[in-house]
């Protein structure tokens, strides 16, 4: 079986200032992991993945998450954040279900508020 | 290429009445996924199309709810009777293959609202 928790509904940061939304993760296997966005009216599009490899992965948009196998976690963040970044995150881990189908099972996704 | 198509955007419905909701697909994506966001919560699987065959609708909730895939192409999702706890919204999305590592790509949703 496969969970995945993203602390924190909603994050505020000021344009230009760091962005970090966590996510932890559990997994039965070796993890491969994804982060969504949905920008409003949208649907979910990708912003990076995990399978093997290097631990730190770059994605869109200047966004990148490192895998941290000893804290079970895949955090995103953004270095300097702007209005267009404001969006729903979604983190996700790959897992079989009861059926027999290899698909993401979601976080409850975290709401990222950028001031100007 | 064209996105995945979901139709319609919004449908409000009455308890009791029957919705059907639509996906198109990307072309050539014999994967298709439907799942549903219940307000603030997680978006979770509620089943896998390969082709035109259910590879997979161990997330079905209850048979209230009927998918089909004619010819492997577009699906459609029924709701009959809707219930209140039906309302949220839906999503559907394919993929070229079942790879481990292969993201899905997502339409727009489907707002369901049921009163």
């Known amino acids: 079986a496969q969970s995945v928790t993203q602390l924190g509904s909603h994050v505020s940061v000021s344009e230009g200032a760091l962005v970090l939304l966590r996510c932890n993760y559990s997994?039965?296997?070796?993890?491969?992991l994804f982060w969504y966005v949905q920008y409003p009216n949208q649907g979910l599009q990708l912003l990076l993945k995990?399978?093997?490899?290097?631990?730190l992965v770059k994605g869109i948009n200047g966004f990148e998450a490192e895998f941290k196998k000893s804290e079970t976690s895949f955090h995103l963040t953004k270095p300097s954040a702007h209005m267009s970044d404001a969006a729903e995150y979604f983190c996700a881990v790959s897992g079989l279900t009861s059926g027999g189908s290899y698909i993401p099972t979601f976080g409850r996704g975290t709401s990222l508020i950028v001031h100007p | 290429e064209a996105g995945v198509t979901q139709f319609p955007s919004h449908s409000v419905i009455e308890k009791g009445q029957t919705v059907t909701l639509r996906c198109d697909p990307i072309s050539g994506h014999d994967n298709l996924y439907w799942y549903r966001r219940v307000m603030g919560k997680e978006i979770k699987f509620l089943l896998h199309f390969v082709k035109e065959s259910k590879q997979d609708e161990s997330g079905m909730p209850n048979n209230r709810f009927l998918a089909e895939r004619t010819g492997g192409t577009y699906s459609t999702l029924k709701v009959q009777p809707a219930e209140l706890e039906d309302s949220g919204v839906y999503f559907c999305a394919s993929s070229p293959t079942r790879d481990r590592a292969s993201p899905l790509h997502f339409g727009n949703g489907t707002r369901l609202t049921v009163t």
């Open positions: 997994s039965s296997v070796p993890p491969y």
């Open positions: 995990y399978t093997t490899g290097a631990t």
